[in-house]
């Protein structure tokens, strides 16, 4: 097409050139027309020119757009070739179930403990072969022995539940592991099947949490980092049950927690130290719990008041039970990697609050038809010191002491618990993200009324991948 109007424009050209010579004689009727013809012409000319200007103009444009389109199309490419490079991030967002986002987490965990007991030996299967649990270690005359168990009963898996309804947001949180499991278990001659036991199952609205979770009474990071299931069972309180929970902001990294909480008596009849849960409650549990966080750590103070009931063939009586327990955790290092982990708690007939029911909360004497109380000292304290980056230890001891009522036999208190204690130190190593390594060594020891002791060396290993 340009070249076309190239030819056309020359021709013009050409006759324009003819005719001006002429433009300087005298003006005849032919050299008017010729005049007139030669203004057309130059009108033509000049909007050829315009033309070609303007294809020129189209021409450049359109290879400026062409090569623009080219360079973005090579950026994208390389874009898209980097982001198939990289592996896919995981997403944090979970998945969603109509208007409800979902999210899993858990960890998969393996035991494999070799431990001595001095004066006796604990049946298989129980909960004592799994985990640290003083009240378990026999006391006594009795032969020695030493045990070998491995599990995998500790895993645990969770799930997270976020709705938005009316413009506020509504929690979730079901929580499961096969240690406590009831009913029958499998064998660990052929499938080491175990069942599926809630721990926790609670939602959250604002303020409000109504469920079962960790009892308000107790400072779950207190807890030290072990192989074990509690790390100093002794020392600790822990429970978990259904609750109603409210917790208010206060400012300045405090918060108030108060709750009403599953009432259970676990008393014991004089002369047995066998725990019995009544199921005679007649009034909730109570308790509230101050806490702080801040830059230094945490700290918490909590209190626990309630009432201990028995009704034994119309035979009823109660007592009322209180407790204090101050607990928290400080900070060694600006990255928070070592830490000070504490907690004290005292207490008359909390039992079942402190060291997984070491002692009763009350005694009841049948000859009477009372409750006797029970006085409990617990504490714990453990040291996580950072080695490395991926290395670190820990060092922990726990402890707890019981006093009964003086109005209770001496005789008939004989085989109850009196005091325990333990300490361990362990090694944790993490060869890659989620994935911890540790050794463990614990001593721990179990005394009753009477005077009986008994001893445990344990030495365990455990592998954990969390997800």
């Known amino acids: ?41 130059e009108a033509e000319m000049a909007q050829l020119r315009a033309d070609l200007q303007a294809a020129k103009a189209q021409g450049t444009q359109a290879a400026m757009t062409a090569d623009a389109a080219a360079t973005r199309s090579e950026q994208v490419a390389a874009q898209v070739a980097t982001l198939e490079a990289k592996p896919a991030p995981a997403s944090s967002d979970g998945f969603k179930a109509g208007p409800t986002t979902i999210r899993l987490g858990g960890y998969i965990k393996l035991i494999a403990a070799n431990t001595r007991y001095s004066d006796g030996e604990v049946a298989t299967n129980s909960l004592g072969r799994d985990f640290y649990l003083p009240q378990a270690i026999p006391t006594g005359n009795g032969p020695s022995s030493r045990v070998q168990d491995f599990t995998a009963k500790q895993s645990r898996f969770w799930l997270n539940f976020a709705t938005d309804v009316g413009g506020h947001s509504v929690k979730g949180y079901l929580e ?3 240690q406590t499991s009831p009913g029958t278990q499998g064998s660990q001659r052929t499938t080491n099947g175990y069942n599926l036991a809630l721990r926790r199952a609670y939602m959250q609205f604002d303020r409000w949490t109504i469920g079962q979770d960790w009892t308000t009474f107790q400072y779950t990071g207190a807890l ?19 609750l109603v929970r409210y917790s ?92 000070l982990r504490f907690m004290a708690t005292y207490g008359h007939n909390i039992g079942r609050y402190v060291g997984l029911n070491f002692a009763p909360d009350a005694v009841f004497d049948p000859a009477t038809g009372k409750l006797g109380s029970v006085r409990t000292f617990a504490a714990l304290a453990a040291l996580r010191i950072a080695l490395a980056p991926r290395l670190r230890a820990n060092l922990m001891g726990s402890f707890q002491r019981v006093s009964y009522a003086g109005s209770l036999s001496r005789l008939g208190l004989a085989g109850y618990n009196r005091q325990a204690w333990s300490g361990a130190a362990n090694l944790f190593y993490s060869p890659m993200k989620n994935v911890d390594l540790g050794i463990e060594y614990r001593h721990g020891e179990r005394e009753l009324v009477s005077g009986a002791q008994g001893a445990l060396d344990r030495v365990e290993f455990a592998a954990k991948y969390s997800f």
């Not at 097409?1 to 030819?7: A, D, Q, S």
């Not at 021709?11 to 005298?26: I, R, S």
């Not at 063939?313 to 928070?336: E, I, N, P, T």
């Open 224 to 242: 030290p980092e072990s192989t074990d299931y509690l790390g100093g069972a002794e020392g600790t309180v822990f429970v978990r049950q259904p």
């Open 1 to 41: 097409m340009h070249e076309g109007r190239n030819k056309r424009l020359g021709m013009l050209l050409a006759a324009t050139a003819l005719v001006l010579p002429g433009m300087a004689m005298a003006e005849t009727p032919r050299e008017a027309e010729l005049a007139a013809r030669l203004e057309r012409l």
């Open 176 to 178: 499961t592991d096969f």
């Open 248 to 339: 208010a902001p206060l400012g300045d990294g405090m918060t108030l927690h108060i709750s009403a909480e599953n009432p259970e008596s676990g008393t014991a009849t004089l002369g047995t130290a066998t725990l019995i849960e009544n199921g005679d409650d007649s009034m909730p549990d109570f308790a509230a719990r101050l806490a702080y966080v801040g830059a230094p750590g945490e700290l918490s103070l909590a209190g626990l008041a309630r009432q201990v009931r028995v009704d034994n063939a119309g035979v009823a009586d109660s007592v009322a039970g209180w407790g204090v327990s101050g607990a928290g955790k400080l900070y060694l290092d600006d990255d928070k990697s070592s830490d």
